[in-house]
């Protein structure tokens, strides 16, 4: 059984990374229209992070050692898009569209036997009664089809290979608890907003640890627009500790 979400007290760092989410593109807006997903999801044939898991897991498919192998358990990472129009005919803008804490982490970073870590999540969820999230490489059930991705790569098997060859190099799993997501209409957030709470624009490739009074901030904000009762709660404690640590 999922512990209850927000339990753990904030004991590590917090960031802010970005992803590709299917509605930034052209066939990535086919496949929602298509196959009735969500627009918010992440668009590779692995998703990462893998947003409709009950547990969403991070990997170092995206970024390979820049990031993933930092993460620590209590870790507490944002994820948003870049500015893009959705729907059509909208003010182009950011999307903030989940805050998860790092729960259980599993690490072999350049080590040949990366996909260890995967492997070992891959028995964990499945220990809690969990489908084995997409990003983890241990077969290729997890793997999406094309026509359920943006086909950065239209040729799907170099695609999952590129993502194979990445957890191999770099075997980083993390495991994550739900603060807030919404994968379907996610709060709309602006550079301003960024630069007002963080003095710039956060560096989402370097991924440096954020101050945890400025990421207070906009967990603050988030907790006004969010219709999720729990995780307006979640995320309202979530400042308290933040500012009090």
């Given amino acids: 059984m999922e512990p209850r ?3 753990q007290p904030v004991n590590g760092s917090c ?3 970005e992803f590709r989410p299917l509605a930034k593109t052209f066939y990535g807006r086919n496949a929602i229209a298509q196959h009735n ?3 918010f999801i992440d668009a590779s044939c692995r998703r990462e992070p893998d947003l409709e898991s009950k547990l969403p897991s991070i990997t170092a498919l995206c970024r390979e050692d820049h990031w993933a192998p930092r993460l620590r358990e209590g870790d507490l990472v944002a994820y948003m ?3 893009f129009v959705y729907p059509q005919e909208t003010e182009s ?3 903030l569209v989940a805050v998860l804490r790092v729960k259980k982490s599993w690490l072999r970073h350049r080590s040949q036997r ?3 870590a995967h492997a070992q999540a891959a028995e964990w969820y499945r220990k809690q009664n969990l489908p084995v999230p997409s990003n983890c490489m241990v077969s290729s059930e997890g793997r999406m089809p094309l026509d359920q991705t943006d086909r950065d790569n239209p040729i799907p098997d170099d695609w999952d290979a590129v993502y194979r060859l990445r957890a191999i190099r770099c075997g980083a799993f993390h495991a994550c608890e739900k603060i807030f997501c ?3 209409d996610p709060p709309r957030l602006t ?3 960024l630069v007002a709470w963080f003095r710039t624009i956060p560096d989402t490739w370097r991924l440096p640890p954020l101050p945890a009074a400025d990421f207070a901030k906009l967990l603050r904000w988030l907790a006004g627009p969010t219709l999720d009762p729990t995780s307006a709660s979640l995320l309202k404690a979530l400042v308290a500790e933040l500012t009090t640590a």
């Fill in 93 to 95: 803008t950011r999307r």
């Fill in 81 to 83: 898009t870049k500015d």
């Fill in 5 to 7: 979400r927000g339990s």
């Fill in 37 to 39: 997903l969500p627009p």
């Fill in 182 to 184: 919404d994968v379907h």
């Fill in 114 to 116: 990366g996909l260890e």
């Fill in 191 to 193: 550079n301003r907003q």
């Fill in 15 to 17: 960031y802010i990374n």
